[in-house]
C-alpha cells in the first residue's frame, strides 16, 4: 500500500554537507543528520551523565535494538518484531548462516557468488572450519547461481547488490528457487537497505543482515540488524549465544536459554551512543516512503549515465543499463580509477574507487538531487578530458580507497 509522499527538499535540509561538496559516497558513508549531534549530546550528558546506569531502564537503552529494528524493518519489507539491530554486519552473518545452516541437517554445502563482499565470504570460511572439513563454501558467478542451487545447497547466501557494481540479484526468484530445491536463504541487504525497496516477507526470505552506517546514515561503525523470518524465529538456535540473547539475562542462569522471537539474535550490550545518532538518521526515513526514493534515484542514476557517458568516452560504465537491474549506484571503469577518483575528492566530488579499476558513486535522493548530479557531471568532464588525473600525488593509495 502506498505510502506518504516523500518532500526530497526537506529530507535534503535535515543533513548536514560540508560546503562545496558534491557527496556520492552515501552508499559507503552517509553524512551527517543534523540532529545527530544534538541526539548524541543528549545521550551522553542527560542520558548517560545524570542517569548513569539507571539509563538502561528509565531511558529505554535495552529496548532500542528492537525499536530500531522496527523502524528499519518498514524499510525492508520484515514483519514487525523480526529485526533487531546490534553489533556488526560480521557477527550477524555469522549468526545468520550458522542458524540456517542448523535448520537444513545433513546439507553441508553454501552457495554464494564472486560478487559478494568478501567479508561475508570469510566468515562462511571461518564457519565452516569450525563444523569440519566435509562442509563447504561454494562460489559461483553471479549469472550461475540459479543453475547452481541443486539438492546439495544447504544455504543460498547473496548480497542483493553487488557492492562494486551495484547489479542486483532478484530476491523472490532466487528464494524461490532455493526453497523448491530445499535450502534455506540469507540476504545481505547492505547495499538495498534505503537504497530500494526490498520485501523480505513478499519474497519469504529466511533471514537477512544489514548495516546501517550507509545508506541509513547511522554513522561510522553503526550496529547491524538481522532479519529472522516468522516461521523460524523460535526455532533457530544462535551459534553466538551471548547473555542479552537470553530468555532472562537477570536472572543470571549459568545456562543458556534463548530469549523469545528474534531477541534471541541479540549477542553484546547495545551500543547506546551509536544507537542514539542511528535514531536521529531513521527519524529523515520515517519521512520517505520507498517508492520515491527508488524512482527518484532512478531518475538521478539516469541522468548521471547520460551526462558522463557523452563527455567522458575514456569511462566504461560496469553498472547495468537497466536501472531496474542495478541499486542506488553507478560504477565505471577505468585503468586509472584509483588517481581520478583522488582528483574528483580534491575537486570537491566524494565518491569512492574499488580494486581493480571501479569508480563508483551512490546516489542517495534523501541528500542528492538532480542539481547536484549536473554539477558532479561538469567536474568529471573536466577531470576526465584534461586529465587531471595524472598528477603523481594523486597515485599513492591511502589505506581506505
Known sequence: MRGLMTDFAATKAMFDLPQGVLYLDGNSLGPLPRAAAARVQQAVTDEWGQLLITGWNKAGWMAQPSELGDRIGRLIGAE?????????????????????????????????????????????????????????????????????????????????????TGRKHDMAALTARAHAAGALTV??????????????????????????????????????????????????????????????????????????????????????????????????????????????????????????????????????????????QVSFRFAEGYAAMQALIARGVIGDFRAPDIMRFGFTPLFIDAGDVKAAVAIIADVMQNRLWDNPEYKTRARVT
Open 187 to 328: 540476504w545481505d541487504l547492505a547495499h538495498s537497505a534505503g537504497a530500494l525497496p526490498v520485501d523480505l516477507a513478499g519474497c519469504d526470505a529466511d533471514f537477512a543482515v544489514g548495516c546501517t552506517y550507509k545508506y541509513l546514515n547511522g554513522g561510522p561503525g553503526a550496529p547491524a540488524f538481522i532479519y529472522v523470518a516468522p516461521r523460524h524465529a523460535d526455532q533457530v538456535r544462535p551459534a553466538l549465544s551471548g547473555w542479552l540473547g537470553h530468555q532472562a539475562p537477570f536472572a543470571f542462569d549459568l545456562d543458556y536459554r534463548p530469549g523469545a522471537g528474534i531477541e534471541r539474535m541479540r549477542v553484546g550490550t547495545p551500543p547506546v551512543i551509536q544507537m542514539a545518532a542511528l535514531s536521529a538518521a531513521l527519524d529523515v526515513w520515517d519521512m520517505a516512503d520507498m517508492a520515491d526514493v527508488r524512482a527518484k534515484s532512478i531518475e538521478l542514476t539516469e541522468l548521471f549515465i547520460a551526462g558522463v557517458e557523452a563527455a567522458c568516452p575514456d569511462l566504461e560504465l560496469a553498472s547495468p543499463r537497466d536501472p531496474a537491474q542495478r541499486g542506488s
Open 80 to 164: 514487525p518484531g523480526h529485526v533487531v539491530t546490534g553489533d556488526t554486519l560480521s557477527i550477524k552473518v555469522y549468526q545468520a548462516v550458522a542458524s540456517a545452516l542448523e535448520l537444513t541437517p545433513g546439507r553441508k554445502v553454501v552457495l554464494s557468488d564472486n560478487g559478494n563482499f568478501p567479508t561475508d565470504l570469510y566468515m562462511v570460511e571461518g564457519l565452516l572450519r569450525s563444523m569440519g572439513p566435509d562442509y563447504e563454501l561454494r562460489v559461483v558467478a553471479p549469472e550461475a547461481v540459479e543453475a547452481a542451487i541443486t539438492d546439495e545447497i544447504a544455504v543460498l547466501m547473496l548480497t542483493e547488490v553487488d557492492y562494486r
